[in-house]
């Protein structure tokens, strides 16, 4: 999972508007910001996938709402995936702690075939590492860091706030909306729009408990 490392003070983060007060998803998006959509993927959203998370699918109509919002007022969208070797010490089989999920080239690593796909992909995890965050992936072995492409794509659209969605709320998710606050972008989690994996009871509570306590603020939805 990526480092949060210390983060910037609260004072000098972007709030998203008085008017989320009203409407929940206005102000949400404008050509600086960014909707990163979190590994929606066969092996996690689907029930026959390798790593389902419960109601994992629940989260694409959600998430195509967002992304034809997003696309209409001119923000950025990427979306991230787990591209897996075969073997890696990410596994249960190679020493890790996860079955076998998101092989790369294979159905399960297929981003979910329902969910609208309009913008970059960052694919993580392909030399073995841990690739929870979208912005960093850490080596299971050494612990040492490697940056993905996302932070060079948002500051390339110049985006200055980031909206998170997808799977699962108590790791990617979590590690990913953790590391933009690091970053400085003033961040928000869709809370309809992600479910948790849940290895413990409670656990997505606590990331969501533990997001919030870093400055990540919580986005309602309508249905509009």
Aim: net charge negative; charged share 25%.
């Amino acid at each position: 999972m990526g480092s949060c490392g210390p983060r910037p003070p609260r004072r000098h983060r972007a709030r998203w508007g008085s008017l989320a007060d009203v409407d929940p998803t206005a102000d949400r998006y404008r050509p600086t910001t960014a909707l990163i959509v979190v590994d929606v993927q066969n092996d996690f959203a689907d029930p026959a996938g390798g790593l389902a998370v419960d109601a994992g699918a629940e989260v694409v109509p959600v998430l195509n709402r967002e992304i034809a919002r997003a696309r209409a007022n001119g923000a950025l969208i990427v979306y991230t995936q787990d591209w897996h070797p075969t073997s890696t010490p990410h596994f249960a089989k190679d020493g890790g702690i996860w079955p076998v999920h998101c092989v790369a080239g294979s159905w399960g690593a297929e981003l979910h075939p329902s969910l609208i796909v309009d913008g970059p992909i960052v694919r993580k995890g392909s030399n073995g590492e841990d690739g929870y965050s979208g912005f960093t992936m850490r080596d299971p072995v050494s612990g040492a860091e490697t940056p993905t492409e996302l932070e060079a794509l948002l500051a390339a659209h110049r985006a200055e706030r980031v909206v998170v969605g997808g799977l699962a709320t108590d790791y990617c998710v979590k590690a990913t909306a953790l590391d933009a606050v690091r970053l400085g972008l003033a961040t928000g989690l869709l809370v309809r729009g992600v479910r948790a994996v849940d290895l413990g009871v409670g656990d997505g509570e606590r990331a969501v408990a533990e997001m919030v306590e870093a400055g990540v603020e919580l986005l309602g939805e309508d249905e509009r």
